[in-house]
């Protein structure tokens, strides 16, 4: 998996890498893995940020669960 190195330290960057990544990648396991890997790096982030993200990584992972993956 190749997450976004150039600056991992900026929140609001790293989860525009989620979002492009969500919108980019048909797997829902690899958009899956972005979203928790920005909770991951930035617990800190804005509550907006953080709870978009949670809800995200919540349907992406009932997709998961319905496709029976």
């Given at each position: 998996?190749?997450?976004?190195t150039e600056d991992t330290t900026?929140?609001?960057?790293?989860?525009?890498?989620?979002?492009?990544?969500?919108?980019?990648?048909?797997?829902?396991?690899?958009?899956?893995?972005?979203?928790?890997?920005?909770?991951?790096?930035?617990?800190?982030?804005?509550?907006?940020?953080?709870?978009?993200?949670?809800?995200?990584?919540?349907?992406?992972?009932e997709e998961i669960h319905l496709?029976?993956?």
């Open positions: 998996m190749n997450y976004y900026n929140p609001y960057f790293y989860y525009q890498i989620c979002t492009l990544a969500d919108t980019y990648y048909k797997d829902p396991k690899t958009k899956l893995s972005y979203y928790e890997r920005f909770l991951e790096l930035h617990p800190e982030a804005l509550p907006f940020i953080t709870e978009r993200a949670r809800i995200r990584i919540t349907e992406l992972k496709a029976g993956e």
